[in-house]
């Protein structure tokens, strides 16, 4: 699974997708990995997306990508969300 800068796994829900968030800033459980503003070329299928506040979030293949505030300790990784609901899984580059 992917990890972020800090190692924690990278989340994608299925109802996400196609470059559109539905973060509203209210989804506390579920932060989404935020973006520095990027203008230079595409890193292959890694790109940023404007979430519904304005505010950047990094997405890959397409897909917002969130971490999972239950996960704990990056050593060794927990993906304690993934699976969850059946449309929550660890992103997969």
Same mark, same amino acid.
């Given at each position: 699974? +992917?990890? @972020? $800068? /800090?190692?924690?796994?990278? &989340?994608?829900? /299925?109802? $996400?997708? @196609? %470059?559109? +968030?539905? &973060?509203? %800033? !209210?989804?506390?459980? *579920?932060?989404?990995? +935020?973006? !520095?503003?990027? $203008? %230079? !070329?595409?890193?292959?299928? *890694?790109?940023?997306?404007?979430?519904? @506040? #304005?505010?950047?979030? *990094?997405? &890959? /293949?397409?897909?917002?990508?969130?971490?999972?505030?239950? /996960?704990?300790?990056?050593?060794?990784?927990?993906?304690?969300?993934?699976?969850?609901?059946? !449309?929550?899984? #660890?992103?997969?580059?």
């Amino acid at each position: 699974m +992917s990890v @972020d $800068h /800090d190692g924690m796994t990278l &989340y994608t829900f /299925d109802r $996400h997708h @196609d %470059g559109s +968030s539905l &973060y509203t %800033g !209210e989804i506390v459980q *579920w932060p989404p990995l +935020s973006a !520095e503003p990027h $203008h %230079g !070329e595409p890193m292959k299928k *890694w790109t940023q997306i404007t979430q519904n @506040d #304005g505010t950047m979030q *990094w997405a &890959y /293949d397409g897909k917002p990508l969130y971490t999972f505030v239950k /996960d704990k300790k990056s050593v060794p990784v927990t993906s304690n969300g993934h699976g969850m609901k059946n !449309e929550l899984h #660890g992103a997969r580059p």
